[in-house]
């Protein structure tokens, strides 16, 4: 698992920056109701997304929670005054604060199926009756474009998929949320390139080969031996599903 706090520093430069993050407030933005007054943005990170979703809809507070102390001093600087530090399986917020709540590139992090659980139900309880939740879903899946590159880590060891679509609709409807529409969006400047996944793999961004293990070094090699490495390959397409609160 990455350290976020010492992510902070190179995280919007290194995933696509304001094209990335504009393409992903929109996609949001379009699965909340217009007569929204007020979002939560669980897991911020930076801001980078939260900026975009405050000014994208005029009337509308946002607030942002993070975790990790040094993204949450990104997203204040951006955003003063709206972010608070926070774990997405406890938020500091009464039932029924908001009416809209998104967590965008969070639940493939979680960890495993029980704080998945837990944040779902988290944004769930803070979400007033009427609103609307809004998340990513197979966010490692959506990585997968069927390049020279993804033939390479074909045969890695597979991680699970604690985000998957079904599993999540699944804890959604477990605390009372309705099926509510989807929308996708481009990870614009997320194409891999042959040398770039080579310095992910050595750092830690694939979480079945951790720095340091054996097994990581035969598919740098393989990775290295692929032509041009510094052309990025496509961008993912992600997919946000959104979810009601009757």
């Known amino acids: 698992m990455l350290d976020y706090d010492k992510e902070a520093e190179r995280y919007d430069a290194s995933r696509g920056g304001e094209p990335r993050?504009?393409?992903a407030a929109q996609a949001v933005l379009s699965l909340v109701p217009r007569q929204a007054?007020?979002?939560l943005d669980v897991a911020c990170g930076t801001g980078i997304v939260t900026r975009r979703l405050a000014v994208g809809r005029e009337g509308m507070r946002v607030t942002g929670a993070d975790l990790a102390p040094a993204m949450?001093?990104?997203?204040?600087?951006?955003?003063?005054g709206a972010i608070v530090l926070a774990d997405s399986r406890r938020l500091p917020f009464r039932d029924g604060e908001f009416d809209a709540v998104c967590s965008v590139w969070l639940l493939h992090l979680a960890g495993g199926d029980e704080n998945v659980r837990?944040?779902?139900g988290e944004c769930a309880r803070v979400l007033r009756p009427g609103g609307v939740y809004v998340t990513t879903v197979d966010k490692g899946a959506s990585h997968n474009v069927g390049s020279d590159i993804d033939a390479v880590l074909a045969s890695r060891p597979p991680s699970t998929a604690h985000d998957a679509a079904g599993l999540v609709e699944s804890y959604a409807g477990a605390h009372g949320l309705t099926p509510a529409g989807q929308a996708r969006?481009?990870?614009h400047?997320?194409?891999?390139s042959p040398r770039r996944t080579v310095a992910d793999l050595r750092r830690g961004w694939f979480v079945t080969l951790p720095p340091g293990d054996p097994r990581a070094e035969p598919f740098a090699t393989r990775l290295a031996c692929l032509p041009d490495q510094d052309?990025?390959?496509?961008d993912p397409v992600f997919t946000l599903r959104?979810?009601?609160k009757p």
Do not use: K
């Open 37 to 39: 007054r007020s979002l």
């Open 231 to 234: 052309r990025p390959r496509p």
């Open 189 to 192: 400047g997320q194409g891999r």
């Open 118 to 120: 837990s944040i779902v």
């Open 72 to 80: 949450a001093r990104y997203a204040a600087a951006r955003l003063p």
């Open 242 to 244: 959104a979810f009601s």
């Open 185 to 187: 969006f481009t990870g």
């Open 21 to 23: 993050a504009a393409a």
